[in-house]
């Protein structure tokens, strides 16, 4: 079955501070992987694309990394501002199938100052 | 382009009425995806068309729901008749290929008392 998995749940950081958010997924065949933000009470935004043969791509402070042979991803972000506060989505995009994306359930990030 | 305009934002309703839901897709996007967001399930996808054509419904709780999408600038979403269990936040998206990057709306809060 195609899923994605995130992790942490939640997560509690102060202001200035990096931290990095991780997302597992059993998804084939690949296409490939998108890590969204979605502030309070908006829709989600693209952050950063990753396919196949990329295994590091930033994005100002957000830096992505894909493991293709492990079939995980991870997002840093880098010296965290409160503006960083908000729900970061894993979302995998499948080759062929009905249904060509699959979503993780989020992490929600808090900055504290 | 004004994005993906989602209407109404907010809509407060009781048990049994009946609601529908807007949506404008960004110009020229051929795909259009409902999803329904809840804290316990995160994103959900309810259905999504290509080029106007329903391609796959198989996220649609019951037959309580059901979508359209007239023409490539409009899609609605109705609930018939609407239950509490079916508060949540409903999101529009719309994208260039089924793979590609997409574009939600703000999104449309029910309440169903």
């Known amino acids: 079955k195609n899923q994605v998995e995130q992790s942490p749940q939640s997560l509690i950081i102060l202001e200035g501070k990096n931290c990095t958010l991780q997302?597992?997924?059993?998804?084939?065949?690949?296409?490939?992987l998108r890590w969204y933000k979605q502030d309070t009470g908006r829709g989600p935004v693209s952050l950063t694309i990753?396919?196949?043969?990329?295994n590091t791509k930033s994005n100002g402070r957000y830096t992505a990394t894909l493991d293709a042979d492990t079939k995980q991803s991870s997002l840093h972000i880098t010296a965290s501002q409160l503006s960083d506060s908000a729900s970061y989505i894993c979302v995998v995009s499948l080759n062929s199938g009905n249904t060509p994306l699959v979503f993780g359930k989020g992490t929600r990030l808090s900055v504290i100052a | 382009d004004a994005g993906v305009i989602q209407s109404p934002r907010h809509e407060v309703t009781e048990m049994g009425q009946e609601v529908t839901l807007r949506c404008k897709p960004i110009?020229?996007?051929?795909?259009l995806f409902w999803y329904r967001q809840t804290m316990m399930r995160g994103l959900e996808l309810l259905i999504y068309?290509?080029?106007?054509?329903?391609?796959?419904d198989s996220g649609m709780p019951e037959d309580r729901f059901s979508a359209k999408m007239p023409n490539a600038s409009f899609s609605t979403l109705k609930i018939q008749p609407s239950e509490p269990r079916d508060s949540a936040v409903y999101f529009c998206a719309s994208s260039f290929r089924g793979t590609g990057e997409l574009f939600f709306g703000e999104g449309s809060r029910l309440t169903v008392l």
């Open positions: 990753m396919t196949f043969s990329e």
């Open positions: 068309f290509n080029n106007n054509v329903p391609i796959d």
């Open positions: 997302c597992n997924y059993t998804v084939s065949p690949f296409s490939n």
């Open positions: 110009s020229g996007h051929d795909y």
